[in-house]
């Protein structure tokens, strides 16, 4: 089955070996086709079963001054800022409409999350524009609409990717055979270890948490939170009842982990002064974290272990 189109991709001819054979004029053309080597116009095989298109790689520009009907054709966004691939099928077929969806070998939506984060951890979400985003992913905006459909899908994607994982590393620890105190530290690595790592991250959602504006959104993490905190409140309650920790209260001693962590985050000029770094960045580096994590360990031994 072949779709022919001139270069302002007016459908000349549909024809498939069920019905009809192209005329000589069609093969030939057919021919002109193959012999092109530049990369311009090829035969996608791609499709299941019979399916088979012409793609044609254009410039934006070249697209705008198109005549072709809107109905025939299906925009797929491809990495390049300078090309479009237009996906030109035939309407008048009783065949299944195909599905495409461009390769991700490169990684182009993982790249595109990574900006989102830096860009929305440094200026916020509503400052950020798709158009800028597009721009410092060096793809078009259209790729991003195409992978998140919209610039708070593309949030909700960072924030479903992260949390999942987090989740799994909690619940291996809760289900291990470690005393309740070295369960409790190891979570404190874990979650250390994805604070530093993921710090801009971090400033997203609390960002997120304390302004309110998408509710969808701030569900979705306090409902993250709410479970870490359960399994993490589970391992002081179980210290007690074993009598390896003190009656303390466990809601303010997790508010008191949890809070310093906050705290890097939200106050990072003042961290900077009392933890006498030249720089915001040096909070994050790995001497900062090891320096953190161990005064945090001393911090629940101290307050949590009986003498």
């Not at 906050?262 to 009392?274: F, V």
Request: proline residues 3%; glycine residues 4%; hydrophobic residues 40%.
């Amino acid at each position: 089955m072949l779709i022919w189109f001139d270069k302002f991709f007016h459908c000349h001819s549909f024809f498939s070996a069920n019905n009809c054979q192209p005329n000589t004029r069609w093969q030939r053309r057919y021919r002109q086709l193959e012999a092109i080597s530049s990369g311009h116009i090829y035969l996608d095989k791609s499709f299941p079963g019979s399916w088979k298109s012409i793609t044609y790689f254009c410039k934006k520009d070249l697209f705008l001054k198109t005549t072709c009907a809107w109905r025939h054709v299906k925009v797929v966004p491809e990495m390049s800022n300078e090309h479009l691939i237009l996906l030109l099928l035939f309407q008048n077929t009783r065949l299944p409409m195909p599905e495409f969806y461009p390769s991700d070998r490169n990684g182009t939506r993982r790249h595109m999350l990574e900006i989102a984060e830096q860009l929305f951890s440094k200026h916020g979400f509503e400052a950020v524009s798709v158009r800028q985003l597009a721009a410092e992913a060096g793809v078009n905006s259209a790729m991003v609409n195409y992978h998140f459909k919209s610039k708070d899908g593309l949030l909700r994607a960072l924030i479903q990717e992260r949390f999942p994982r987090t989740r799994e590393q909690i619940d291996e620890i809760a289900n291990s055979a470690l005393d309740p105190m070295d369960k409790l530290l190891a979570a404190v690595d874990m979650y250390a270890e994805k604070f530093f790592d993921g710090h801009t991250f971090h400033r997203i959602i609390m960002r997120e948490m304390s302004l309110s504006q998408r509710p969808e959104h701030v569900k979705s993490i306090t409902d993250h939170f709410a479970y870490i905190l359960s399994v993490i409140r589970g391992f002081i309650s179980d210290g007690q009842k074993q009598g390896f920790f003190r009656p303390v209260d466990i809601e303010l001693t997790l508010a008191t982990v949890f809070g310093s962590f906050s705290t890097l985050i939200g106050q990072g000029s003042l961290m900077c002064m009392m933890l006498g770094e030249d720089c915001e960045d040096n909070i994050y580096s790995e001497k900062s974290r090891t320096r953190f994590t161990a005064h945090l360990k001393e911090l629940l031994r101290v307050h949590l272990l009986k003498n």
